[in-house]
């Protein structure tokens, strides 16, 4: 495997390019006046992370006589900020071991929020108000009003922003009837909504066995899980979930992946004891979404992915 980390991005630069950045930019202003508004808190979570053996996608660094990776995710430390001042958000860079493909980085930012007292059905209500707030907003930016395409394409994408809700089994059923078989696990889901999607999709209650590890079981075979999916090539913009207090859960899951250097979290969730959701949203998808490109490297203007050799 071989990183492609090609500075001379400047003679490549193209509109696309230029309409990445500009969004981008408008993005992480309205992003922190949406929260800032709804009384969350900004934090900023460690990228430096104590290392997890065999971690599928980490990105390791051995240094300080010690193994540590990069940051792939905050929702741990998230729900511990969350705890503190009840809702919190931060918008971080993030590093995954991931070969290219239309929608992966290896180096890429990610919107997460964490909060207390909180309802999968209030977290998704509040998904759906973000993504139509910046959408909005973004036809009143005087960067986006001086390329007239991308205008009408964010008009366009306002107007027909209205996701359909469906459970894991009613999405899987629609393509594949009663053949579970075919696509039992959450790496295939957006494949699928690549190939068979028509319209935007909130997918919920995924089967537990697929679930976040973080995630509360309705006690029904599956768990309080969202994904909110794009038709086309975009994929999933967006999971979340409702957190579990079950910390004997929690423990069992940690033993039987030998990640004892995050026993720190159950800890901190045996004190916690308090009900709250969590989402991540990926940056570079929602800016590949809006510009209309067909691969997520044209949203930087340096963009780090993994090639195979």
Known sequence: MTVNIDNAYYNKITD????????????????SQFFFDKGFIFVEPPILHEAIANKKSEIYLPMYNGMYSLSSSNALFMGMYASEFNKVFTISRCFRDECETLNHLMEFD???????????????????????FILDQLLDSSDIKAFSSLLARIRK?????????????????????????????????EYLASEYLKDIAIIVDYPTRYATWT????????????????????????????????????QNKIHMAKAEPIQWYVDSVRK?????????????????????SEKIEETRFFPRVKLED
Request: hydrophobic share 35%; glycine share 8%.
């Open 16 to 31: 696309k390019k230029r309409q990445a950045v500009l969004v981008r930019s408008n993005i992480e202003r309205l992003t």
């Open 110 to 132: 990610i919107l997460e929020t964490e909060i207390l007292n909180c309802t999968m059905d209030e977290m998704m209500q509040l998904i759906q108000s973000y993504v139509k």
């Open 157 to 189: 994408l306002k107007d027909e922003f209205n996701p359909r809700i469906m459970t894991y089994d009613e999405f899987v059923s629609n393509i594949y009837g009663n053949d579970y078989d075919k696509c039992l696990n959450i790496s295939n889901v």
């Open 215 to 250: 995630s509360k079981s309705k006690g029904n075979g599956t768990n309080i899980t969202m994904n909110l999916l794009l038709p086309e090539s975009y994929g999933e913009l967006c999971e979340g979930c409702e957190r579990t207090n079950d910390v004997g859960l929690l």
């Open 272 to 292: 916690i004891q308090a009900e709250r959701c969590g989402f991540g949203l990926g940056i570079d998808r929602l800016v590949k979404w809006i510009i209309g």
